[in-house]
């Protein structure tokens, strides 16, 4: 099915200012708003118009969508990866308080939205930097089959509590220096529900609920990092009285590298070379995410020297280009030297004398200026 152009949802131009979008999202989203409108298929048409303001009414959302459509470089909720979408902006029912001044004075039997759910996934460094399809079980709690909720053994009928006679709460009254004053609280014979179940259902043990897991495809974007978090739209808990379902927001929790170090896009690392390495240049292998790469160390390299590997860092998550991978290049001085080697390092610094370069001698100047001083 293909999807119709968010401005055509909204029905402004492509050129529409952003109170212009406003005015036709807040009157649309009037019109057909699940709780207003009880002919079939408004909800659809909400979430219809829902979605193309979240995009159209984002700046940079909306760039993105202009140039490259609903397919997008990761494609935007519902579309590029299956019916899921970045946190960042809440789910309609933030976007209901927020126009229609609150949710607390409705009727409690209109339908309401159920509650989000959290769910905290675990990445290895890879994961995050690639993305994967996986599967994610929630614990949800539902409505127990066999006694359709009662609690009672299919064929009988919970009793009313004797002690509350079906209130669910008990007075309590107790003499104080002030008089006697009563108090109310939960009836402790039926744990407030005003039933006793003389024979229990087997099957969820008279409470009328069962657990059950719910098993979830989610799939995860290339470059998703730690803490972020991406919302699985309708995968919630059941919405109340007929009204849609809460939101899944699966966060995100990326275990660190023993080698690679993670900023935005880009990666850290550092590379360990000799001194004869540093001294004479080499070409060494350096791992990144994509395999080793051949790395040119020039002859005179110093420790602390920084190189680049364009395009080897993480894929932005937004589709907005690569990162890069950063080496860090360590001279390690040697500790364990053989008598021969240490022969030739005197020899060597017999040739070279007291200072070690003129690179280095300026700097030594300085150092001694900074003591003088
Ligand atoms: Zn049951
Ligand atoms: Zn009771």
């Not at 989203?29 to 303001?53: L, R, V």
């Not at 969508?65 to 579309?79: L, N, V």
């Not at 008990?170 to 104080?176: F, M, R, S, W």
């Not at 003389?198 to 989610?218: A, F, Y």
């Amino acid at each position: 099915m293909s999807k119709r152009d968010y401005y055509e949802v909204l029905g402004v131009s492509k050129s529409a200012t952003k109170d212009e979008i406003k005015k036709a999202y807040r009157r649309l989203s009037k019109q057909y708003h699940p709780d207003i409108n009880k002919e079939p298929g408004s909800d659809e048409k909400f979430k219809e118009i829902t979605e193309a303001y979240e995009v159209i009414s984002d700046d940079q959302k909306r760039a993105q969508y202009d140039q490259f459509g609903h397919e997008g470089p990761q494609g935007f909720g519902g579309g590029g990866f299956g019916g899921a979408d970045f946190g960042g902006f809440g789910g309609f029912e933030d976007i209901f308080n927020t126009f229609f001044g609150g949710g607390g004075r409705r009727d409690p039997n209109a339908p309401r939205q159920g509650s989000d759910l959290q769910y905290t996934m675990t990445l290895t460094f890879e994961e995050a930097a690639f993305g994967k399809e996986t599967i994610i079980e929630i614990p949800k709690e539902e409505t127990c089959d066999t006694c359709n909720g009662s609690g009672a053994k299919p064929g009988t009928t919970p009793d009313t509590c004797p002690h509350c006679h079906g209130s669910g709460q008990l007075n309590v009254e107790q003499n104080t220096p002030f008089g006697r004053i009563v108090n109310r609280r939960v009836c402790n014979h039926c744990d407030g529900t005003g039933k006793l179940i003389k024979d229990k259902c087997r099957t969820c043990g008279g409470d009328g609920k069962v657990r059950k897991r719910r098993k979830i495809n989610v799939k995860i974007p290339q470059g998703i990092d730690d803490g972020q978090q991406m919302r699985v739209s309708g995968e919630g808990e059941p919405g109340i009285n007929g009204g849609p379902p809460g939101d899944l927001y699966v966060v995100f929790n990326v275990k660190t590298h023993e080698f690679f170090e993670r900023e935005g896009d880009d990666i850290y690392c550092e590379m360990p070379i000799t001194f004869a390495q540093a001294a004479l240049g080499d070409e060494i292998e350096v791992p990144t995410l994509y395999g080793k790469v051949k790395l040119k160390i020039p002859a005179g390299t110093q420790t602390g020297t920084r190189f680049r590997l364009r395009g080897k860092g993480v894929h932005n998550v937004r589709g907005y280009g690569t990162g890069d991978q950063h080496i860090h290049v360590k001279v390690i001085t040697p500790t364990k030297l053989t008598e021969q080697q240490k022969q030739m390092l005197r020899d060597f610094a017999d040739i070279s004398g007291d200072t070690p370069d003129e690179h280095h001698e300026s700097f030594f100047d300085k150092v001694k200026r900074a003591f003088k001083s």
